[in-house]
């Protein structure tokens, strides 16, 4: 019989009742250290004191009232994100992938304001992940999530990642826009080269495309920088961010300049949950932490600390892992055994990480993270490793 649950996850048995920082503590009493962060959602940590605060200030006075109103936290917090960004505008959703589609959406009524309807097909790459839309799936062109679906969602053309050459080739009198991950997550902590993100500038540019990039997951200071695509000294025409940006309560943006969302005028996109009061609490909550004096550069000290690490244990243990890849602190563990039964062991030694593609186990702390739970991480991988090569556990 099936579960009341509807069963599309492959769930571990373990249920976990609160946070502190970077720990969860379960229902039995174990304790983890959460390197997984919610899939790199839990920016500022689990019941982070300020995110607390504004959450529960807010919600005795107001939680929802639609878009229909004007709203003060979407405008602080909008401006905010314009003030630190490439971005002249926000538009604010609930997901990652509603900031896709919203953005797949951007970019086709930028071409069709300005005459070219015609313009609106859109070069993606392989590894990468969108979301689970129907779009979003097509965009990806992923086949084991696709399959099953019917038809794929036209509009889309897949090339190979880091590959200038295949994107020059695919562009058409149709295409409207290139859309990438700097940081690939899902596909395995890849990285776009920085000077390949700078030819896709150049080549919109040149073809008059627009450069929309997934931030998702490497946005909202994962590598160290607010955004990935800082590293490159880009601009993009238009950014989608989630996951950190509300540090776990559910929330996405769509961040464009102003050029690009010349065809995003009233009536033309609408959701009646984004941006809602609770969510700007929150999201406002965490700009104060990440936009005080030294929390970039943390992420990024934290972040060479914790490499360096794992670096040093992949040159100890070359039977089990292979590379250590990544950025600030969004870092991939390459490895020679099964990367699932990696992440299994260690969570079975009490630390949370998330397996990927390429055989990759993931490793997303909290974004606040002191130099002891890098430590006590390192340990829990050496402990492991070494277990696995005298040949126990
Ligand atoms: C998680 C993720 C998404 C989808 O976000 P959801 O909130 O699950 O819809 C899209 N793109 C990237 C890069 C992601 O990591």
Known sequence: MIQAVMPTYGRYDVAFERGEGAYLIAADGRRFLDFAAG??????????????????????KLWHTSNLYRSPGQERL???LVAASFAD????CNSGVEAIEGGIKLCRRYHSAGGKPERWRIITFDGSFHGRTLAALAAANNPKYLDGFGPKV??????AFNN??????????????????????EGGIRKAQLQFLRDLRAVCDEYGLLLFLDEVQCGMGRTGRLFAHEWAEIAPDVVAAAKGIGS???????LAREEAARGMVPGVHGTTFGGNQLAMAVGNAVMDVMLADGFMERVRERGEALYGRL?????????????????GLMLGLECVVPAGDVVNRLRDSGLLTVAAAENVVRILPPLVIEQSHIDEAAEIIENVAAKWESGGG
């Open 39 to 60: 899939i790199a959602v839990n920016s500022l940590g689990h019941a982070h004191p300020h995110l607390v605060r504004a959450l529960q200030d807010q919600a005795a």
């Open 78 to 80: 909008a401006e905010r």
């Open 89 to 92: 505008t926000v538009f604010f």
């Open 154 to 159: 036209d509009g889309f053309d897949n090339v």
């Open 164 to 185: 200038l050459n295949e994107v020059r080739a695919a562009i058409t009198d149709e295409t409207a826009a290139i859309l990438v991950e700097p940081l690939q997550g």
């Open 248 to 254: 776990g309560f559910p929330m996405g943006a769509i």
């Open 311 to 327: 670096m040093a244990i992949v040159k100890v243990f070359p039977e089990i892992f292979r590379s250590v890849r990544g950025a």
